[in-house]
């Protein structure tokens, strides 16, 4: 492989430094399979990246009807011709001999060979068994932030208007729903305001539990960039673990597990006191200030220090960066999101900016970040049970509108209640009364909290499951009908990335096998359920991917995320386009509310906004006398303590995160030989101080243990806070010897089987990042690290640098 080696250990790669309002350099990277020079290559097909919510922007080398590389595309306004280690080897994985290539269905306990109309006909007559004999309750959708918009969006048609089911989730539920729940209680609707090109503007980037080194990969190519150029940004990161983010921070706090509330409330305390807000700008654009002032009163630094466990000097060098800043970009991600107070914490961050008049200037923004690929779309078309256009199911002009666009009656789509969230729709299959749940581009058996429970959920002989992937997961070992999809590479479609960046992917090569694209399952669903509109005419009446892609620019024309503007020809251009791109805005739009939250308005907004602390919805009438001009919305929270507090026999406190070289449960990133190489197995992460107190040593075999099951792995030392543990989520079973989870009350390899079942209140996210744990020594260390300490997580001893 063409420099293969080299971007492990140097996964950010030859810096290009610019300075502050310049434009950044490109850097061309690509990889190509050993023994394939770049003019052998028979096509370049586009596309960009499905490994993270950055979109990075490439070109699919194929020669022989095969994938055998990828390049970084040069005039896309994302990477400028940068990919990260994983989008530079993981083409290697559609290759993978162990794709699932043939449906399978269960025959006596087995799941076994078969064909496609054996298994669509199965999932038809169950479907139409249940929705016949209970209803369409019955059924439920757990789907993904990985497919395509045009797949989210024909999903959602069939599942809400030809089903009429509420139960339809993605799991973005897992990832951003506290990213678009924080958008909608302060701007009214969901919708990015930030850009990347703040980047390129911004005096000071302040990211909150946002570890961008290694999951934005790219982007922080971008942040090192500039602080090598002139008049670099100075950097606060908030996160309790020395990443490498705050080893380049001006100013690290790292905070305890869950109190990000405590310490944000300290923060907008001390920008208050110091009167360091734009008075003008909280005047014109905003409602809720004196509220705020009135909660964040007393939350001094010393109180935040305590709480917190930061020095009160610390926070106070913080709020300085965030008070004196000109262009503030902040970012928030899943130390915030997956963990106490999700909603409230990511809202503060919005208020620090409302109050500073840090909105829609180039360098001033705010990214409240996705982490999926395709998150977006998930949320925009209506995948996370969400109405599709940001629509509000409680406003029945929005409703009405909808239907129009579909061709049916409003009550024909389900909007007497709440969307079902995913925890809840498991919970509904555990009882019994979800009885089939058709799960696409996730893996809950590795991803879902509380994993002992949710494998007991799946293999309840009452459930009709339904698992359409691309490898036999440890989920596909509990189907009764397994599907197997083509992806990237080898179907065509769009999807959205953090910044409403939108990108066309095209196919490149044909799928192995039987494997069809996700669109054409879900469009072969339709025509056999044979779904129609009022008329009697199909309700899904689009069979390839650019028609559901206009299908769509109807749904979204006048809403936030207009697409009316773009097309798959205007896609094959240099760059990608951000949304809305209408026709007053044909080239997209960089940056949302420099001119004021318009979609807060009471008769435009996607919802009325919850309770932060309960997450009750405020209702209509509470919304309108709060907010009738339609502004931002600056919505004050308290602190509260997290459910799960160490305690005698829990003392430690455990986070799960990521790490650069893979991607969640590995299905595709473990499966190439580099990726795998650099992070080959699970790891316990401690403190220095805390193993030479418990007389630890790196490599020895440790068991953690919280109330919900145990995990067992290798220590490794020095980059988290005094008293928390850190466990990369990546690993599962499927490449274990036994292949199995652990028998019930054995050791297992998956973070998930020690994380509790609890969510915010408001967004419904899981919490996977806080929960009261045990270690324990299994058997001492045997040699050096065996699970090979990849380069640049080299522990550094002490304190957190500040
Ligand atoms: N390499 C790689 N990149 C990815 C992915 C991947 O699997 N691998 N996945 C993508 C996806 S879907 C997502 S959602 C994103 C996630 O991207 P990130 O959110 O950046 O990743 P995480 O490692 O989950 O969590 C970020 C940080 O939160 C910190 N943290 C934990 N608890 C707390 C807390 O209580 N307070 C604070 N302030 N911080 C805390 C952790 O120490 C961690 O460094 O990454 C995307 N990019
Ligand atoms: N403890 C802990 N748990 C976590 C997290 C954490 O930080 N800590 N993070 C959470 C977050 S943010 C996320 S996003 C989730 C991710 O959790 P999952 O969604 O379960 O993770 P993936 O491994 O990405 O699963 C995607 C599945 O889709 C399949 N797939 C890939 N491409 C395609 C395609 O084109 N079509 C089809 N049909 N299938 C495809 C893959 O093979 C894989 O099985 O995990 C969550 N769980
Ligand atoms: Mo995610």
Known sequence: MNGAGERIADPWGRRTPY???????????????????????????RTASLLHSDGDAMDIAVRDGRIVGVRGRAGDRVNRGRLEPKDLYTWQANASPDRLTRPLVREGGLLVESDWPTAM??????????????????????????????????????????????????????????????????????????????????????????????????????????????????????????TPVARRATVHLAPRLGTNVALLNALLHEIIRQGR????????????????????????????????DVPAAAIEEAAELLGTADRLLSTVLQGFYQANQATAAAVQVNNLHLIRGMLGRPGAGVLQMNGQPTAENTRECGADGDLPGFRNWQNEEHVGDLAKVWNVEPSAIPHDGPPTHAMEIFRLAERGSVRMLWISATNPAVSLPELARVRSVLSRESLFTVVQDVFP?????????????????????????????????????????????DLDIFLDYAARMGFEDKDGGPLVHWSVPEEAFEAWKRCSAGRPCDYTGLSYAKLRGPSG??????????????????????????????????????????????????????????????YLAPQEWPDE?????????????????????????????????????????????LELAAGDLVEVTTRCGTLRGRLRLGSVRPGVLFVPFHYGYWDTPAGNAPAPGGAGRAANELIPTLWDPVSKQPQFKTAAAALTLVERAAGPDPAGTAPHDVSLPGRPRR
């Open 649 to 693: 026999d829990h003392p430690f406190q455990l986070t799960t995160g990521r790490t650069l070289y893979h991607f969640h449960t590995r299905t595709k990133t473990g499966r190439v030989p580099q990726l795998a190489r650099a992070a080959p197995d699970v790891w316990v992460e401690i403190a220095g101080s805390d193993a030479a107190r």
């Open 277 to 308: 807000t734009d008075p003008g700008f909280i005047a014109r654009h905003t409602v809720g200030f004196e509220a705020l002032r009135e909660q964040v009163e007393p939350c001094t630094t010393r109180w935040a220090a305590g709480i917190c």
């Open 19 to 45: 300075g502050r309002g310049g434009r950044w350099p490109v850097r061309m990277d690509s990889c190509l399979a050993d023994g394939v020079a770049e003019g052998e290559v028979d096509a370049w097909v």
């Open 473 to 517: 997961t440890e989920t596909a070992q509990f189907a009764d009908v397994v599907l197997p999809a083509a992806t990237w590479g080898e179907k065509t479609g769009t999807f959205t990335n953090a910044d409403r960046t939108v990108h066309l992917s095209e196919k490149a090569v044909d799928p192995p096998g039987e494997a069809r694209p």
């Open 121 to 242: 006909g199965r999932v038809v007559a169950r479907s139409q068994e249940l929705i016949g004999s209970l209803g369409p309750e019955a059924v439920a959708f757990y789907t993904s932030g990985q497919l395509f918009l045009e797949e989210y969006y024909t999903l959602a048609v069939l599942a809400r208007a030809g089903i009429g089911t509420p139960h339809l989730d993605g799991n973005t539920r897992l990832c951003t729903a506290t990213a678009g729940e924080s958008l909608k209680e302060s701007f009214g609707s969901d919708g990015q305001p930030g850009s990347y090109e703040d980047i390129d503007h911004a005096d000071v980037i302040a990211l909150f539990g946002h570890n961008i080194a290694e999951t934005q990969a790219v982007q922080w190519m971008r942040i090192l960039d500039r602080l090598d150029g002139d008049g670099p940004p100075r950097l606060l990161c908030v996160d309790p673990r020395l």
């Open 577 to 638: 386009i951000q949304w809305p791109c209408t026709e007053h805005a044909p080239d997209g739009t960089d940056r949302l509310y420099g001119e004021g939250a318009a979609w807060a308005h009471p008769d435009l907004c996607e919802t009325y906004g919850k309770d932060l602390v309960t997450g009750e919805p405020l209702g209509e009438e509470r919304y309108r006398s709060m907010n009738p001009d339609g502004k931002a919305l600056i919505r004050p929270a308290p």
